[in-house]
């Protein structure tokens, strides 16, 4: 290009005496060219311009002091389309508290400005997103009967916001400060009083910000904050607790807690899987003393405790957390003229020909140190074995559970087609 050579731009032959906004700010790639001539940028790809034409400001009426109002009120449509995607429309009213020389005013729209935001306000929050405007005027205006109202036509409709919540942010020092002066609901305008002009935004101000905001002091709700809103929607079933004996829910194996949220919670505990398991079980409608159950498990797990002193053990069916029987082997205790529990290392023998309290008549556990895995034979039978009805709801799972260390369980499950037979008196599984 050689020197005094007219650059072309986007803005050849358009009118001079409107004024423009070229963002490229949002997305477009470029670089900065300077030469003699001045400088400027180059874009590659699509821009956006948006025009916007001043509009007449008048001077206030000679000796309107001692007759009428000096007020100047200027009203102009802004419309935009700006790089980020965001476009559309608004009124904006301004009005002089005098004008001493007439002049223009413009009102045009920015993709973005610089500034702190208050941090309890938001500028793009749920379905509401506020759009910068810079007020510009060369009209010399006076202060002395007080400051410049601007006003901006707002619409909530498809959100959950209130007209309430909106502020009037001008920036003032590098930081956007809240000017609010009025909110008119009937007319749809939020105003704003101001000194001067630079760049001014309508924010929201959101119910929320977090969930925490949210907390409705229930503990039966959950108290979420979404785009800005509350919700305080309610838990069911719920159970509200002070203490942990207070979520007691009689399932010997679930974890029954009290949280922070003052709810129960009654949910399995973390489990040894099986890698191989059986489980059969044989109800008797009309005589109970020839119910039957054998399960068998191997998998993760060697800590058995002390049976003998300490370790209650409670075999338990579920489905999920519902539970379908439970059957205990008492830690301790006198089986017939012997000790219900034989111990050494690495196993533990439970004999019960009585068949109290729940039907156990047998349970083995044992480790096996080369394999590092337990290997865990339950049998139990008789008219004190509560079996659930069958068919039995799938799926199903099969948990034995130690009592001085909740965290040591031991499960399998069964699911829809992990199993033989599931009807007639009977269950088997693969």
């Known amino acids: 290009m050689k020197d005094g050579a007219t650059l072309p731009t986007a803005f050849n032959g358009l009118p001079s005496d409107v004024l423009y906004t070229f963002d490229g700010s949002s997305g477009n790639a470029g670089f900065y060219y300077s030469s003699p001539l001045g400088s400027c940028v180059v874009y590659m790809g699509r821009v956006t311009v948006n025009a916007y034409r001043p509009t007449d400001t008048e001077a206030s009426p000679v000796g309107c002091e001692a007759t009428n109002s000096c007020a100047v009120q200027v009203s102009q449509a802004v419309e935009f389309s700006l790089p980020d995607g965001t476009s559309g ?43 910068y405007f810079e007020l510009d005027t060369t009209a010399v205006y006076d202060l002395s009967a007080g400051p410049i109202e601007v006003c901006f036509s707002y619409d909530l409709t498809g959100t959950d916001f209130l007209p309430s919540q909106l502020k009037f942010l001008h920036r003032e020092s590098g930081a956007y400060v809240d000017r609010t002066s009025r909110i008119d609901e009937i007319n749809h305008l939020v105003c704003g009083e101001v000194t001067s002009f630079s760049p001014v935004v309508v924010a929201m101000n959101p119910e929320c910000l977090v969930n925490a905001d949210c907390n409705d002091g229930l503990s039966c709700t959950d108290d979420t904050c979404v785009g800005g809103t509350c919700h305080n929607d309610a838990v069911v079933p719920c159970t509200p607790c002070v203490q942990t004996s207070d979520c007691d829910d009689a399932n010997p194996c679930t974890d029954d807690k009290c949280n922070d949220l003052q709810r129960c919670e009654n949910a399995l505990p973390a489990w040894r899987q099986a890698t191989k398991t059986s489980l059969k079980f044989k109800s008797d409608a009309i005589n109970a003393s020839k119910n039957k159950l054998t399960w068998n498990f191997a998998g993760g797990g060697m800590q058995f405790g002390d049976p003998k002193t300490t370790a209650n053990y409670t075999f338990c069916l579920l489905n999920g957390t519902d539970l379908l029987m439970a059957s205990d082997a008492p830690a301790g205790g006198i089986c017939g003229d012997k000790d219900c529990w034989a111990t050494k290392t690495g196993a533990a023998l439970y ?12 349970l083995q556990l044992k480790a096996n140190y080369s394999k590092g895995e337990a290997k865990i034979t339950l049998k139990a039978k008789g008219e004190n074995l509560e079996l659930p009805a069958l068919p039995v709801a799938l799926p199903l799972t099969a948990m034995l559970r130690r009592s001085d260390d909740v965290t040591k369980c031991w499960s399998a499950t069964y699911c829809n087609v992990c199993f033989k037979t599931n009807g007639d008196g009977k269950f088997e599984s693969h």
């Open 89 to 131: 429309n608004t009124a904006c009213d301004i009005t002089y508290p005098g004008v001493i020389a007439p002049g223009t005013t413009t009102v045009s729209a920015l993709s973005d400005s610089e500034g702190t935001i208050p941090p309890d306000v938001a500028i793009e929050i749920g379905d509401y997103k506020g759009v």
């Open 351 to 362: 004999k019960d020909s009585e068949l109290t309290p729940d039907g156990i008549s047998g």
